[in-house]
């Protein structure tokens, strides 16, 4: 079993969409979670921190459920912009190792 | 932007031939990371440093060697490049960002092996 699964997808969802991202990881002692974004042959770059609590951020929205190791990405009034891959990343605990999922791909048409 | 940058950007090279990827980073950081990007597999690490002269392996170091003896610069060695280190390499420093330790990337190195 992968230590963090995503559904690659791709989802291909019309403009104005809210779209959901799950991934799972399997380290129960995992202690910080992450969402990167990653365009076609550019590099991975932060999207958000996920928190115990939730976080939002503009049309972003992050949950954390650690009973069940899973993590979810929320996107509301998609933007053709929104196209990317979403990687989930999970830190393990122990120095600043990440793992990393092998993303979520999104199309966004008009 | 994380002030990194990585030289060369792409290159295509030999079986057999050594290959040095540089890392430059303009903040002091401490950490720095080297990854590799495949299809179908998450970013992997290969080697990190958490300060000058002070190297780890990751879970995919087998045949590369890293060095750094300068806070700014991190090198990547292919000693003997082989066609299944085709990949595209990523150099990453860690910082803290809201009281939580998180990594930012460089633009990429293309590495071709024929």
């Known amino acids: 079993r992968k230590e963090v699964e995503q559904d690659p997808g791709p989802f291909n969802v019309p403009e104005g969409a809210t779209v959901a991202f799950n991934c799972t990881y399997s380290n129960s002692a995992s202690q910080s979670f992450f969402w990167y974004r990653q365009d076609c042959r550019k590099e991975p770059k932060l999207l958000m921190s996920v928190y115990s609590s939730g976080n939002e951020d503009g049309r972003f929205t992050a949950q954390l459920n650690r009973a069940s190791q899973y993590i979810s990405l929320l996107i509301r009034d998609s933007k053709l912009s929104d196209s990317a891959t979403y990687l989930c990343v999970v830190k393990q605990g122990s120095g600043d190792k990440l793992t990393f999922g092998t993303g979520t791909r999104l199309a966004v048409r008009p | 932007d994380a002030g990194i940058t990585q030289s060369p950007r792409h290159k295509v090279t030999e079986t057999g031939t050594p290959v040095t990827l540089r890392c430059h980073q303009t903040?002091?950081?401490?950490?720095m990371y080297w990854y590799r990007q495949d299809p179908g597999h998450g970013l992997r690490l290969i080697h990190y440093s958490y300060g000058v002269k002070d190297t780890d392996k990751g879970e995919v170091s087998d045949g590369y060697s890293v060095s750094r003896s300068k806070t700014e610069d991190f090198l990547l060695t292919l000693e003997s490049a082989t066609s299944s280190q085709t990949s595209v390499y990523f150099c990453?420093?860690?910082?803290?960002?809201?009281?939580?330790?998180?990594?930012?990337f460089g633009p990429g190195t293309r590495l071709l092996v024929l």
């Open positions: 903040e002091n950081h401490r950490y």
């Open positions: 990453a420093i860690s910082e803290s960002t809201g009281g939580t330790e998180t990594q930012y």
